[in-house]
């Protein structure tokens, strides 16, 4: 589909230097910037740049110099995902884990595909559901 070959082109074109923007602006955001991180990603996030696209919905989810918005938040992250951004992948995921049954199905894939990406959060995450899972069982 046309959208597939899209999205491909569009994250091929993002480069170090803009994932390692993406990556300042999350610290930046992290230690209460938010004007210089807005700064540093907003093109790159319109333009359709992943690990932008990824800072942008974090902050919005967490209301990092944006008012708290996991709705919002769980767009721009949707945004990165279907370009392969893991870590979109995975916190989009972990939204929608808190939707009905069938967000709550398409959230667990999400994980799923995100730990196969190489997530580490996704891969934490889900060792300690297998874990809760085991000791739940042990207990009856």
Known sequence: PKSTEAAASIAQVETAEAAGRAAQALRLARAGEY????????DDAVAGLPSAQFV???????????????????????????????EATYMLGL?????????RREGWGLI???AQKGSSGALRFIDQVEAARAKTAQAY
Request: net charge neutral; glycine share 12%.
């Open 56 to 86: 942008v919905g974090t902050m919005y989810a967490l209301g990092m110099g944006t008012p708290l918005d996991p709705r919002e938040g769980s767009i721009w992250w949707a945004r990165a995902a279907r370009q392969g951004h893991a």
């Open 112 to 114: 799923e595909s995100s």
């Open 35 to 42: 004007d210089q991180a807005t700064r540093l990603v907003r």
């Open 95 to 103: 939204y929608l884990l808190n939707g009905n049954e069938l967000a």
